[in-house]
C-alpha cells in the first residue's frame, strides 16, 4: 500500500470512529449551599458579614452577591437555565452534594430534610425523564428512610440498599458498558471518624475494590463519582486537621483512594467531584506516566471560606458507547451585574478553550506544564481566569511562586508529594526563573511553618 493510500485509509478509520460514536450529554451541578433563610433577616446566617452591617442584604435587589450562600431565587434560575439547554439526548444529571448551606448546621433534621426535598422536587419536574445520581456532601443530612424515599424515584432497589447502609452506591447504564460509582466521601472526611465510625469508611473500601474488580472482569468501564474527590487545594496545608475537618479526605483515606484508582486506571474512564467551589483538574500518575484524571467543577453558590467564585454550571459531551469524555461546556453567572440581572451565560468550552484534541490523562498532563510555564503566560492566565468562575485577581497577582503550588497541586494528588513539590520549588523553576529561586524557596519555607500551627 503506497503512502497515499495509507493516509487516506487512516483517515477513513478516524471519521469511521466518529461517526461510530453516539453521543450523549449529562449535567454536573455541585455545592448549591441553599440557605432557606436568605431573605429573613432575623435568620440570615448564610452570610458572612460584619454584624450590623447589611448592606449587603439588597445588593442588586436580589440577595445575591459573593458573601452569602444561594437563594432560592438562584437555585430556581440555575435549574431553570438547564431546562433550558435540554439537549434531547441528555442521559442524566450528576448532582455531588453540599445541598444545603452550613449556616443550617444546628437546625433539626426535620428542617434540614425539608430543605432537600424542595431542592429534590425542583430537579425531579425538570428533569422528568432523566436520571438524577446524587452524592452526599458533608454538609448534607446522612443517609435515612426519608431521603430515600425523596431518592428512590431515581435510584434502583440494589442502590437504595448500599445508599441506607453508606450513602454510597453503583448505577449500570442500561444500553452501555458505563457504571457510574457514587462514592460517600463524608465517610472518609476527617469529621466522620467521630461522627459515623470507622466502620462504615472500610466497609464503603471493600464494596468499591470489589465494584471495581467485577467492572474489570465484565469489561465496563466506570465513571467514579463522589463529593470530594483525592488530592489537596493550594490553599489548604495538605492533610492538616483543618482541611480534613472541612470535607477533605483523611491523608490515610485520600492515599488509600488514589492506590485503588491507580490501580483500576483501566477501568476508570472518568471522575467528577465538587467541594473545592472551584474549576479545577486533578492527575495521578503511575512510574511517572500519567494514568488518571479527575475534574472538578466549581459550585452554584458564589460564597466560599477563601476561594469565591461565580456560580457555575457544567454540560458533559461523551460517547455513551464507551464512556470517553468528548468536551464540556461550562457556564456561569456573574452575580455582580449592575444590572442585578440573573444572566446565565457561556464561559467556556474546554476543548476550545485550552486547545486540547482529546481529554485523557496524556493531554491534561501536557496542559498542566503549559500551565506552570511562567515564562509564557498564556494557559496559565486561561487557567487562573476559569478557577474562580471569572471572580479571581489571581490572573494578575500570581506570581511563580504561586503559579508552583497551583503546579504541585495539580500533578500531586497524595498529600506527603503534595508537600514535596511545594518544599522543593527551586528544582522545578529554577531553570525558568533563576531570579525568582530564592523567593520561591522561602515560600516553601513559610508555607511548611504555617502547616505546622494545624
Known amino acids: 500500500m503506497n503512502p497515499i493510500t495509507f493516509a487516506i485509509y487512516i483517515t477513513s478509520l478516524f471519521w469511521l470512529n466518529l461517526s461510530d460514536a453516539k453521543i450523549g450529554y449529562f449535567w454536573h451541578i455541585t455545592d448549591l449551599h441553599y440557605d432557606p433563610f436568605h431573605n429573613s433577616p432575623e435568620f440570615h446566617r448564610g452570610c458572612k458579614h460584619n454584624r450590623g452591617n447589611n448592606d449587603h442584604n439588597h445588593r442588586n435587589g436580589r440577595h445575591r452577591d459573593h458573601t452569602c450562600d444561594s437563594s432560592w431565587l438562584l437555585i430556581q434560575s440555575a435549574v431553570a437555565f438547564m431546562a433550558g439547554r435540554h439537549p434531547e439526548t441528555l442521559e442524566f444529571v450528576l448532582w455531588t452534594g453540599d445541598i444545603l448551606s452550613s449556616s443550617m448546621e444546628h437546625l433539626s433534621d426535620e428542617t434540614k430534610l425539608e430543605a432537600v426535598r424542595n431542592v429534590t422536587d425542583l430537579l425531579g419536574r425538570t428533569f422528568s425523564s432523566q436520571f438524577v445520581f446524587p452524592a452526599l456532601g458533608h454538609n448534607d443530612p446522612p443517609p435515612s428512610k426519608k431521603l430515600i424515599e425523596m431518592w428512590m424515584q431515581w435510584l434502583p432497589s440494589d442502590a437504595l440498599q448500599t445508599f441506607e447502609i453508606g450513602g454510597y452506591y453503583t448505577i ?181 478553550y485550552y486547545n486540547l484534541r482529546e481529554i485523557n490523562a496524556a493531554s491534561l498532563d501536557a496542559l498542566s506544564k503549559k500551565i506552570r510555564n511562567y515564562n509564557d503566560r498564556t494557559f496559565l492566565n486561561k487557567y487562573l481566569t476559569a478557577l474562580h468562575v471569572r471572580h479571581s485577581t489571581d490572573v494578575l497577582d500570581c ?30 523553576l529554577a531553570s525558568r526563573a533563576p531570579n525568582l529561586s530564592s523567593a520561591i524557596l522561602l515560600y516553601a519555607i513559610l508555607f511548611l511553618i504555617s502547616s505546622k500551627r494545624y
Open 172 to 352: 449500570e447504564h442500561s444500553y452501555s458498558k458505563l457504571r457510574i460509582v457514587v462514592l460517600n466521601s463524608v465517610l472518609w472526611a476527617g469529621g466522620a471518624v467521630k461522627t459515623e465510625g470507622p466502620h462504615k469508611g472500610r466497609a464503603q473500601w471493600e464494596w468499591l475494590e470489589q465494584v471495581l474488580s467485577k467492572a474489570r472482569r465484565k469489561k465496563e468501564l466506570v465513571y467514579l463519582v463522589a463529593h470530594a474527590g483525592p488530592g489537596v487545594e493550594e490553599r489548604h496545608n495538605a492533610g492538616s486537621s483543618s482541611a480534613a475537618g472541612g470535607g477533605e479526605l483523611t491523608p490515610t483515606a485520600n492515599s488509600n483512594l488514589v492506590r485503588i484508582i491507580k490501580a483500576f486506571s483501566d477501568v476508570i474512564v472518568g471522575q467528577f467531584y465538587g467541594h473545592r467551589h472551584t474549576d479545577t483538574f486533578r492527575l495521578m500518575y503511575s512510574d511517572g506516566q500519567p494514568v488518571s484524571w479527575a475534574l472538578l467543577a466549581p459550585s452554584i453558590t458564589p460564597r466560599g471560606a477563601g476561594s469565591i467564585s461565580n456560580p457555575g454550571l457544567r454540560l458533559y459531551k461523551f460517547d455513551t458507547n464507551n464512556g470517553k469524555v468528548l468536551d464540556y461546556t461550562q457556564f456561569y453567572l456573574d452575580v455582580t451585574n449592575k444590572k442585578g440581572e440573573l444572566h446565565w451565560a457561556v464561559e467556556y468550552n474546554l476543548t476550545q
Open 399 to 428: 506570581d511563580a511562586t504561586c503559579v508552583h503550588v497551583h503546579y504541585c497541586a495539580i500533578v500531586h494528588a497524595e498529600f506527603h508529594e503534595f508537600r514535596a513539590c511545594v518544599r522543593n520549588p527551586a528544582s522545578a
